[in-house]
């Protein structure tokens, strides 16, 4: 049986440890959500602050050339390119990871449109509903005849794949489950079947490692404001290989994707390269937050941060099957590493009410339907005994049945 003192000798060998420090958490909390919005860097105060009273408050318009703010989506592009397997040049740092979806997918449907036969996009019908939606919005405004087909328990990935499929568009990292693609393996079997794949890195961007061009992706997209902590809303990213880049212009061809926007050119002409999938004028304030969280992930070595993750999912999964085995809890994450993610998740027949309970204790996760209680391990900034800590709150709740009071059965707006 694990105790809490092998947790904190764990911690005392931790060489990531003291990245905690690096980070604003408030105190009496266990932050276990850190895939859904990450903490802030200690440093993202002070840029902001530096933002609104120097750049924007002194600098005033100037400051589009002064401080940087018209390369800024390149600039952290190239940062957020080195834990993406990306090169320079590859990544801008633009928009919503919903808009970038809608970006990639229209220029591989273009893309693929020298071969007309092709009007199936692949997808899983578990994915992160945007993902869907920006899917079925893209095949009702082209009104082509471009079919959604949905992977699920009836139909594997091997099956959905055939001669007919334009895009294969997937989450490397389920959103739900922590279930992890292959991602070389699944872009070999779509590029067999002459399919390009675009691959959805919100759980996965500075939680696994990842080499998108070592994959021979396509297209990939992803937030900052989850294992990056870009701050609420922060602006997205998308990488385009470079074989791609120019071979066709995105539909939402704003004038910051113009290759000389200040011409005032009455026509279109796209940037060379990745800036043609910038649209219009950034929220500066929020971009400029990304560089602080991407300075902090940057320091750390990938490898060591894989398996930190992997050792706090494997501990969080242990203990709670030990210490709260009696209740009906369910993982559906997979145990095997190769296709876990960095977050846990455990079904309960009273999920809500029981995260509801956690989170009013100070154990921060979230909730997603059906039933999933959802844990994320961000090892920057826990530690094994935080795990130890959190378990034991969950024991707690559920030995006492403290979660079934009518406040926590209460649905707000945002679970
Ligand atoms: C969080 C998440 C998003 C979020 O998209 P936004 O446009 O930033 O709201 C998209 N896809 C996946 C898989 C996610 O987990």
Aim: proline share 5%; with cysteine; aromatic share 8%.
């Amino acid at each position: 049986m694990l105790t809490r003192a092998d947790c904190l000798a764990a911690d005392a060998r931790d060489p990531l440890a003291a990245f905690k420090q690096q980070f604003t958490i408030p105190e009496g909390v266990l932050y276990l959500d850190g895939n859904s919005l990450g903490v802030p860097p200690k440093t993202a105060a002070a840029r902001c602050s530096k933002v609104v009273s120097q750049e924007w408050g002194v600098g005033l318009i100037r400051s589009w050339n002064t401080a940087g703010w018209f390369e800024l989506p390149g600039r952290l592009g190239n940062k957020l390119g080195q834990l993406l397997g990306a090169n320079d040049n590859e990544v801008v740092v633009t928009d919503t990871t919903s808009l970038n979806l809608f970006k990639a997918l229209a220029a591989a449907i273009r893309i693929q449109q020298q071969a007309p036969q092709r009007r199936v996009i692949v997808s899983e019908r578990d994915n992160f509903p945007t993902d869907l939606y920006m899917i079925q919005g893209m095949i009702d405004l082209l009104q082509q005849g471009y079919e959604l087909r949905l992977t699920d328990d009836t139909l594997s990935l091997e099956q959905a794949l055939d001669d007919d499929v334009a895009v294969l568009l997937l989450s490397h990292v389920n959103y739900r489950t922590g279930a992890m693609y292959d991602m070389a393996a699944t872009t070999a079997l779509a590029h067999r079947h002459g399919a390009l794949t675009i691959w959805d890195l919100a759980h996965a961007a500075g939680a696994v490692p990842l080499d998108l061009n070592a994959a021979e992706a396509d297209f990939a997209v992803g937030c900052t404001y989850k294992y990056l902590n870009g701050g609420p809303g922060s602006p997205a990213f998308i990488w385009v290989a470079a074989r791609h880049q120019d071979r066709f212009w995105q539909p939402l061809s704003g004038w910051w994707g113009h290759n000389r926007p200040f011409d005032m050119d009455p026509s279109y002409q796209p940037a060379q390269g990745i800036r043609r999938f910038l649209c219009g004028t950034q929220p500066i304030t929020s971009l400029a937050m990304v560089e602080c969280g991407l300075d902090v992930a940057l320091q750390a070595d990938m490898a060591a941060v894989r398996a930190k993750s992997l050792a706090l999912t494997d501990l969080f999964i242990q203990l709670v099957e030990q210490r709260c085995g009696q209740h009906p809890l369910t993982l559906v994450t997979p145990r095997e590493h190769a296709r876990r993610g960095s977050h846990v998740s455990f079904r309960h027949p009273h999920g809500f009410a029981v995260m509801q309970a956690l989170i009013a204790r100070g154990v921060i996760g979230d909730y997603r339907e059906p039933e999933v209680l959802r844990f994320g391990i961000t090892p920057l900034y826990l530690s094994h005994a935080d795990i130890w800590d959190a378990v034991e709150v969950l024991r707690d709740i559920l030995d006492s049945g403290s979660w079934d009071r009518p406040a926590f059965h209460q649905r707000a707006s945002v679970t």
